[in-house]
């Protein structure tokens, strides 16, 4: 599931910011740009139904450009492109292929990289929720209540029943 919604995620922001060069895994030395690198993302947990759990995904993505400008210019097509949908991103399969399902994006954020010549960062987050695991339980037949009998409290448990003893 994160591998097609990360992948989806991906395809998206590409396409969206003109198909720049994308780094995956590490940026190399004498990289191409424009691109646009994907981190593994980070990822935090809640709870968040009774029979379910949400896993919160965040990719810092960084865009490159030759100059600040051009950073900010692919990173706004991506922010653009995501506003527009309303944060909702078709997923796709192995293949490349649109699922008819969809992930919904946070509203996405970008900043300037200190110090960088030409790198804006790009927030893009997602929850994601996943059922719990449940052990299958026998159910109990049904469990029946003689509340008429006086003493049968007293004679199953042999403490006396507070209605039918006499009080001195």
Not at 23 to 51: N, Q
Not at 61 to 72: E, T, Y
Not at 79 to 96: C, F, M, Q, S, T
Request: hydrophobic residues 40%; proline residues 7%; charged residues 20%.
């Amino acid at each position: 599931m994160l591998e097609q919604e990360v992948a989806s995620i991906i395809k998206f922001a590409l396409e969206s910011a003109g198909n720049p060069s994308p780094y995956y895994w590490e940026v190399p030395e004498g990289f191409i740009v424009p691109a646009i690198y994907f981190p593994v993302p980070e990822i935090d947990s809640s709870g968040y139904t009774l029979y379910a759990y949400a896993l919160t995904y965040t990719m810092f993505v960084k865009a490159f450009h030759s100059d600040v400008r051009g950073a900010h210019e692919l990173a706004q097509c991506v922010l653009n492109a995501v506003k527009e949908r309303r944060g909702v991103i078709p997923l796709i399969d192995k293949n490349g292929a649109y699922t008819g399902e969809r992930v919904r994006l946070h509203d996405p954020t970008s900043k300037t990289i200190e110090g960088s010549t030409g790198t804006v960062q790009i927030m893009l987050s997602w929850e994601s929720s996943r059922a719990y695991l449940y052990e299958e339980v026998k159910k109990s037949g049904s469990v029946v209540f003689d509340l008429h009998r006086r003493g049968a409290f007293a004679k199953a448990t042999g403490v006396p029943d507070p209605e039918t003893s006499a009080s001195p």
